[in-house]
Structure formats: structure tokens, C-alpha cells
């Protein structure tokens, strides 16, 4: 996989709450997807994920080593920003009116697509 979390941020506060991902090579955002996870009563991870967001909503976007991904969980407008070293920071908003990453802790889970087929129902 061609994209890493690096880490959450501000979790917890709406408006500052976002999640930082890193290309580690040329990829597709849209072929990701990122979602929380919630714990068993034990402390394990469980399958039940609560909260998803799918890359392909938005343009096309081609990740080279080095870009950043910020998906904030609020609402704003999509917007890049040039870093040193021809690198870029893409600025995404998942548009919730609640944060996704609780104080009492989660598990952010990066999702890569190989094939998707979507139908209306």
C-alpha cells in the first residue's frame, strides 16, 4: 500500500479533529478509504466500523512519495497547499457535524480498493 496513517490529531474536538495520511509512492487517492473501528469490552478491535469516508469523492488526485493528506472531520472546502521538495498537502473535509475519533480512543482503519462497483438502490 502506497499510503500510511501517520497520525490523529486533536481527537475528540470538532474543530481541530483531523487525520494525517502520507503517500509512500505514486498512488490514487481514489482507490482508499478510511473508517474508525470500535474496541470489545476486552480492549480488542472489533469489526464494526462506524464511520467511513471514500476517497473517490473527490477530483482525481495522484499521491507522489512524500505528499500529505489531511482529512479534517469537519465541514470546509477542499484546497492544496505546496510543501518543500515538490510535495504537496491536500486539505480534505469529511463535512460531519461530530467528531469520528473519540477521547476514549478508536481505531483509524486505511482501506485500499482494488475494485469497486457501486449501484443505486
Not at 479533529?17 to 505514486?26: C, D, K, R
Not at 474508525?36 to 480488542?44: I, K, L, N, P, Q
Not at 505528499?67 to 510543501?83: A, E, M, P
Amino acid at each position: 500500500m502506497s499510503l500510511t496513517i501517520i497520525h490523529v490529531k486533536e481527537h475528540g474536538d470538532l474543530d481541530k479533529e483531523y487525520i494525517v495520511l502520507a503517500a509512500t509512492g505514486t498512488t490514487n487517492l481514489w482507490y482508499y478509504m478510511i473508517s474508525d473501528s470500535t474496541y470489545h469490552g476486552d480492549g480488542t478491535t472489533s469489526n464494526k466500523h462506524r464511520h467511513v469516508f471514500d476517497f473517490d469523492e473527490l477530483p482525481a488526485i495522484t499521491l507522489h512519495s512524500g505528499d500529505l493528506v489531511l482529512l479534517y472531520t469537519k465541514k470546509g472546502k477542499f484546497s492544496i497547499t505546496d510543501l518543500q521538495g515538490d510535495k504537496k498537502a491536500y486539505f480534505v473535509y469529511w463535512g460531519l457535524d461530530e467528531t469520528v475519533w473519540n477521547k476514549d480512543g478508536d481505531e483509524a482503519v486505511l482501506i485500499k480498493v482494488a475494485n469497486k462497483t457501486k449501484k443505486s438502490v
